[in-house]
C-alpha cells in the first residue's frame, strides 16, 4: 500500500468563477532539493516533460500568479536546437563544496511548462538527462 503524500501547504487561487488548489509537499520526500516543492494543482501532480517538477517559493507564486490572471501571453519559446551545448552553475547542496559550472547536450526543444517557464532538456555528465530552465543555462558560441 502506497503512502499518502505528506502536504506541509496549501493555497488557492481564482480564475473567473473557477478556483485552482495548490498543494505543496516537501522536494526532499520525492528526492528533489531542499528549499523546494512538489506541486499538485487540482489533485494533479505539476510535472515537467513526464518528471517530477520541484518548485522554489518564487517559482509557486509565479505559477499562481499565471493561473489567475488567465490571459497572461507568455514569451515566445527560444530557438535552442536539440544536440546545442549548453552549460549550468550549480550551487553545493551541503554548502562543502564549490560551486562548479556544468557542461552538457541539449537533448529536447525548449517546453513550457505549467508555471510558464521554459525549460530544456540536458543531458549531463554523472546526471542523466536533467530538465534545467533556459535561463539558467549558457550557450556554447562557436
Known amino acids: 500500500m502506497m503512502n499518502s503524500p505528506c502536504f506541509c ?19 526532499e520526500a520525492y528526492g528533489g532539493p531542499a528549499g523546494c516543492y512538489r506541486v499538485r494543482v487540482d489533485r494533479v501532480w505539476h510535472d ?3 518528471k517530477p517538477a520541484f518548485l522554489t517559493p518564487a517559482q509557486i507564486v509565479d505559477m499562481a500568479v499565471m ?6 501571453e507568455p514569451e515566445p519559446l527560444p530557438d535552442i536546437p536539440r544536440g546545442t551545448r549548453v552549460s549550468v552553475q ?8 564549490p ?4 557542461t552538457g547536450w541539449t537533448m529536447t526543444a525548449p517546453l513550457r511548462a505549467q508555471d510558464g517557464r521554459v525549460h530544456v532538456g540536458v543531458s549531463v555528465y554523472g546526471r542523466g538527462v536533467v530538465m534545467l530552465p533556459v535561463n539558467s543555462l549558457e550557450l556554447f558560441r562557436r
Open 99 to 102: 560551486e562548479r559550472r556544468e
Open 48 to 50: 515537467v516533460d513526464g
Open 67 to 72: 493561473m489567475t490572471l488567465g490571459d497572461f
Open 9 to 27: 501547504g496549501s493555497l488557492s487561487v481564482r480564475q473567473g468563477s473557477r478556483r485552482v488548489r495548490f498543494e505543496l509537499a516537501k522536494a
Open 90 to 97: 550549480t550551487a553545493p547542496a551541503d554548502g562543502d563544496v
